[in-house]
């Protein structure tokens, strides 16, 4: 269709093109999830209109089981992507406790005349159908479309590869057909065996299993990011497999010392993305990247992948897999052993050990434990633990469900308030996980992250130190052995090891997480320079506030504080709020924000004494005295004692002359010193 026979939506420097799929800003495409793009045509059609909550979730996750969560997200990606109107304008505004408002001018295009936005509902050519069907383990899916014989590839560049030494491996597997369920063993089994491949195409012939990083080390002499899959029928009941899968072999290949992966958080926002190979790989900071498709058909699955070498611009290795429904739990060892055939690779005895496929697992437990991962890797922590807890009842053999099912639930008793019970319940989880694999890495840092947040810090410190004997370059137990000297006051240790998690991986922190050190150390530049490029979640952009708030940047910390809230009312946005509405000379109210909090925190046994030490900070600044020295020893006593740190906060100067305050004082320094003495 030519220009004069389209409609599309011009804003500002941007043209939507909804028939097409299309953003364009000045001419060049942005990245849209499916879902990204069909809430920003919704918003835009409404353009200047208040859109409820509700309204939106009827229109774009219609007939779907999601939480607010969803909504937050997605709007906070959007305002990612457009960026900023003139005058610092946001192009989304929020309008507390009711909805969004589309606020720029827009401009409704047909044939090539522009007319007024039209202002219908929600309309059929944007809407796709989206479904919650029940897992049943023997129901085949609705018929669909018949698959293509093979599916496009991207080639990063532009050229056919013609004459290129490419070696195409394709498997099928023919048979009666079996409950369609069983294809999720067969798709991580794929993939492991896959990844396998990639592993040792980067180091032929050389095995650094074990090879311990050295102090000076910047990174792994690889780097991998496996992006999610993308699902070219976008049926909403199987896109949780495309991040789910991805997110297992990555898992898999965690402690493999000569490549650096990295992790499933900061490749969950290619989700259902156009990738641009380059760009990615910049973002990303990999040499290597691992980029595919799949197609469910009936019985059938279809999976498209390829491996490039960035630096070289060259396909390595790419393939088409067929895989039926027979056998299924037999294909990971057949795939693998194909691969390794195909590409003449010599494996060690411990890289092989760690490619074998773990115990056979019930299907229908399996796709739940994706599901689960799907959902938490999107922070939806209340739906990510029912998925993990029917895969568990269904089928408690898999380790990972455990570790997974546990993350879960200590996530949800930190940010959500779940506090004693959900910790207890993680507690439960992990030692479950670690009863059925014993080394298994991931169990190990999840409890370590537990035992800190509980105010367990000594018991913690030796489980990370154990699992850096045989895990040496993992960038996640750098960072949380970081973690916890932090806890313990040991602020130059903790610095140094994030610094170290960084170099082995510098995406390491994009999980979350912040180097907090710095703060607490007083260097607040580079504190600022250390978050996370581009993250615009409420954690981070709370920090960025409270860097400023201690720079003395008052202006702007308020500002950060309250886009922090509006983004994500949460635990620490909360804290924020109350430091904005102080910088606002509105105490009564910022004292009424954190009483709320720190009834909610003692109420439910919320253990994250780092925040409650935040509470205390802000009642300070706020001249509640009591409150401050009534908080300051609550964080003491789960755990959080750094004595070094406590001496020179500027934002404890009310309540240091109070009588109290030097007995918790040196309550923090005896367990520093314990501390110091035991480890250092």
Request: charged share 25%; proline share 5%.
């Amino acid at each position: 269709m030519d220009q004069h026979g389209r409609c599309f939506y011009d804003f500002g420097p941007f043209r939507l093109e909804p028939a097409e799929q299309l953003l364009l800003r000045e001419d060049h495409p942005v990245a849209l999830t499916p879902k990204s793009f069909e809430l920003l045509v919704f918003l835009v059609r409404n353009h200047g209109r208040l859109v409820t909550k509700e309204q939106i979730m009827q229109a774009v996750w219609p007939s779907s089981f999601v939480e607010d969560a969803n909504l937050t997200v997605s709007i906070s990606g959007l305002r990612r992507k457009l960026g900023e109107r003139e005058g610092g304008l946001q192009y989304i505004e929020t309008v507390p406790k009711k909805g969004y408002r589309f606020t720029a001018a827009v401009a409704e295009v047909k044939g090539g005349v522009a007319i007024p936005a039209n202002e219908d509902a929600f309309p059929a050519d944007i809407r796709r159908p989206e479904t919650t069907e029940p897992l049943d383990r023997g129901a085949d899916d609705e018929a669909a479309p018949a698959a293509p014989s093979a599916l496009p590839l991207v080639n990063p560049s532009g050229s056919d590869n013609a004459g290129e030494s490419v070696a195409p491996i394709v498997l099928g597997v023919t048979a009666s057909k079996r409950p369609n369920l069983r294809v999720m063993m067969s798709v991580l089994a794929v993939l492991i065996g896959l990844l396998a491949v990639i592993v040792y195409f980067a180091h032929p012939g050389r095995s650094t299993a074990g090879k311990p990083v050295a102090e000076n080390t910047s990174q792994a002499s690889r780097s991998l990011a496996i992006l999610p899959l993308q699902n070219l029928r976008q049926d909403a009941n199987n896109d949780f497999l495309g991040f789910s899968l991805a997110d297992a072999v990555i898992t898999k290949l965690g402690s493999v010392s000569a490549l650096s992966v990295r992790p499933s958080s900061v490749i969950q926002k290619y989700k259902g993305q156009t990738v641009d190979i380059a760009r990615v790989a910049a973002e990303l900071n990999v040499d290597t990247l691992l980029t595919g498709n799949f197609l469910r058909d009936g019985d059938d699955l279809r999976i498209t992948y390829q491996l490039i070498d960035v630096r070289t611009n060259r396909i390595v290795a790419k393939d088409v897999i067929n895989l039926q429904y027979d056998n299924l739990i037999s294909v990971h060892d057949t795939v693998a052993r194909q691969i390794v055939q195909a590409l003449e690779l010599k494996l060690t005895s411990s890289e092989a050990e760690r490619i074998k496929s773990d115990e056979p697992v019930d299907p229908l437990a399996y796709e739940y434990y994706l599901r689960g991962v799907d959902l938490m890797g999107s922070h939806q922590f209340p739906l990510a633990i029912k998925m993990l807890e029917k895969s568990a009842a269904i089928d408690g053999r898999h380790a990972l469900t455990w570790a997974y099912l546990g993350q879960s639930y200590n996530s949800a008793a930190a940010f959500a308030f779940g506090g004693r019970e959900q910790y207890r319940r993680a507690q439960d989880a992990y030692q479950r996980a670690l009863a059925l694999q014993p080394s298994q890495l991931e169990a190990h840092i999840f409890l370590a992250n537990l035992l800190i947040d509980t105010g367990r810090v000594e018991q913690a410190v030796p489980l990370l130190r154990n699992a850096l004997k045989s895990a040496p370059n993992s960038a996640a137990v750098h960072w949380e052995l970081g973690y916890a000297y932090r806890f313990a006051g040991m602020l130059n240790e903790s610095a140094a090891e994030c610094a170290l998690a960084r170099r082995i991986d510098p995406l390491v922190q994009a999980n979350g997480s912040v180097l907090n050190a710095y703060l607490y150390l007083g260097e607040y530049d580079k504190f600022l320079h250390s978050l996370p490029e581009g993250d615009d979640t409420g954690f981070i952009v709370f920090y960025r506030g409270l860097a400023e708030y201690l720079r003395k940047n008052v202006d702007q910390a308020a500002r950060d504080f309250d886009r922090a809230y509006e983004l994500d009312p949460s635990l620490y946005t909360q804290i924020g709020k109350a430091l904005s509405r102080s910088i606002a000379h509105h105490d009564a109210e910022g004292l009424r924000i954190l009483n709320q909090l720190e009834n909610r925190i003692q109420q439910n046994g919320v253990g994250d004494a780092e925040a409650s030490y935040k509470i205390a900070q802000a009642y300070a600044v706020l001249g509640d005295r009591a409150s401050a020295l009534r908080m300051f020893r609550y964080s003491i006593e789960n755990g959080f004692f750094a004595h070094p740190y406590f001496l020179i906060d500027p934002l404890l100067e009310n309540v240091r002359r109070e009588p109290q305050f030097q007995p918790l004082m040196e309550s923090a320094r005896r367990r520093h010193e314990a501390f110091k003495s035991q480890f250092f």
